[in-house]
């Protein structure tokens, strides 16, 4: 997982080069890598806020000290995608900016789901891990008192 500043950057630069590409009248499969990096950069940010709302410390009402900064990111990323938006329909053919749209949220999902098989993959070998470690120490101390017992 990349961190918010760096996904934000990521959709900044990719908005700008969609734009840019748009506008030069360029093909939408000629901007693909970027319509993809711009929606998993997008993913990793939906994904890690969900992660942060979900998390530990948020149950206990701890208060996150980069809300304001991630307020402002949060703009910046809707002004990116507004400002693609009025490109695409200033610039696109008809129709465009809706395919470009269902494209980034087709994308955005599939990231978004692999990153959450992933997290629950580590969950799960972390589970496996710590009870592979109780077990084994559970055994060991029962086999310790049985050789204190009987000596």
């Given at each position: 997982?990349i961190?918010?500043?760096?996904?934000?950057?990521?959709i900044s630069s990719a908005?700008g080069a969609i734009?840019?590409a748009i506008?030069?009248?360029?093909?939408?499969s000629?901007i693909?890598p970027?319509i993809k990096q711009?929606?998993?950069?997008e993913?990793?940010?939906?994904?890690?806020?969900?992660k942060?709302?979900n998390?530990f410390f948020?149950?206990f009402?701890?208060v996150?000290?980069?809300?304001?900064?991630?307020?402002?990111?949060?703009e910046?990323?809707k002004q990116?995608?507004?400002?693609?938006?009025e490109?695409?329909m200033?610039?696109?053919r008809?129709?465009?900016w809706?395919?470009l749209?269902?494209?980034?949220?087709r994308?955005?999902?599939?990231?978004?789901n692999?990153l959450?098989?992933r997290a629950k993959?580590?969950?799960?070998?972390i589970?496996?891990?710590v009870?592979?470690?109780?077990?084994?120490?559970?055994?060991v101390?029962?086999?310790g008192l049985?050789?204190v017992?009987r000596?």
């Amino acid at each position: 997982m990349i961190d918010p500043m760096t996904a934000f950057s990521i959709i900044s630069s990719a908005s700008g080069a969609i734009s840019s590409a748009i506008q030069a009248g360029k093909d939408m499969s000629s901007i693909a890598p970027k319509i993809k990096q711009m929606a998993e950069a997008e993913a990793e940010l939906q994904y890690g806020a969900s992660k942060k709302k979900n998390g530990f410390f948020s149950k206990f009402g701890a208060v996150d000290n980069n809300a304001i900064d991630e307020f402002f990111r949060k703009e910046e990323q809707k002004q990116a995608m507004d400002q693609l938006r009025e490109t695409v329909m200033l610039y696109g053919r008809a129709g465009q900016w809706e395919r470009l749209s269902a494209e980034i949220a087709r994308h955005r999902a599939i990231h978004k789901n692999m990153l959450e098989h992933r997290a629950k993959q580590k969950e799960q070998m972390i589970t496996l891990l710590v009870g592979g470690a109780a077990i084994l120490t559970i055994a060991v101390v029962v086999i310790g008192l049985g050789f204190v017992l009987r000596g």
